[in-house]
């Protein structure tokens, strides 16, 4: 069965400056992984995604993602954060077989301060 | 935007009443995903779908019912509800191209069982 880390449950960052969110995940064959943006109130925005191909992959509102098969990791990063970045933040991995939801991690709340 | 509903968005009962919460998709999603959020917990899958009248358990689906008599809806049934199940309830579609397995949230509802 897969499963999902996020080591850091709550990480505050100064506006302007570089972000990296971890995620780790366990799964025995190759994944599918996301990353998805909660915002106070709101329900999950689906910020990018992996399936094949280039470890690196871009998203929405400047964030993109790097697969690590070795390290089993699929970390979250933006060159530089906004206020508006503030949120909350789900990694998830799926895999191929359909009838298998995703699995979430715990999330890692983002606050941004001037 | 996957045209998902959910209806109430809010709402207050009483421990011990029956609860639905109604889930609606307008674009013939064949999954459909009823999850729980809660602090610390992250989101918590509780009953699925993979088509009507095909529906499987997750993680926490004590105390839990769905029903899907059609394509459009999936509806979330507290039996009798406890105050446990105060929580905000997410529903998701995953879209029915099988080698993406991309999951779209609705908006959420949040109830409060007193």
């Known amino acids: 069965a897969q499963s999902v880390t996020q080591p850091d449950i709550h990480i505050t960052v100064s506006e302007g400056a570089s972000l990296e969110l971890r995620c780790n995940y366990s799964y025995g064959a190759t994944p599918y992984l996301f990353w998805y943006v909660q915002s106070p109130g709101q329900g999950l925005q689906l910020l990018l995604k992996?399936?094949?191909?280039?470890?690196l992959v871009q998203g929405i509102k400047g964030f993109e993602a790097e697969f690590k098969r070795s390290q089993s990791s699929f970390n979250l990063r933006k060159p530089s954060v906004h206020w508006s970045d503030a949120a909350e933040y789900f990694c998830a991995v799926g895999a191929l077989r359909e009838n298998t939801p995703l699995v979430f991690g715990k999330g890692t709340r983002l606050s941004v301060i001037a | 935007d996957a045209g998902i509903t959910q209806s109430p968005r809010h709402k207050v009962t009483e421990t011990g009443t029956p609860v639905t919460l109604r889930c609606h998709q307008t674009?013939?999603?064949?999954?459909m995903y009823w999850y729980r959020q809660d602090p610390g917990h992250g989101l918590r899958l509780i009953h699925y779908s993979y088509g009507v009248k095909d529906t499987d358990k997750g993680e926490v689906s004590d105390g839990y019912s769905v029903s899907r008599s059609k394509t459009e809806d999936f509806l979330l049934t507290l039996e009798s509800a406890t105050s446990s199940q105060t929580s905000v309830y997410f529903c998701?579609?995953?879209?029915?191209?099988?080698?993406?397995?991309?999951?779209?949230f609705g908006p959420g509802t949040r109830l409060t069982v007193l």
């Open positions: 674009e013939n999603h064949r999954y």
């Open positions: 998701a579609i995953k879209q029915n191209d099988p080698s993406t397995d991309t999951q779209y």
């Open positions: 992996y399936f094949s191909g280039d470890t």
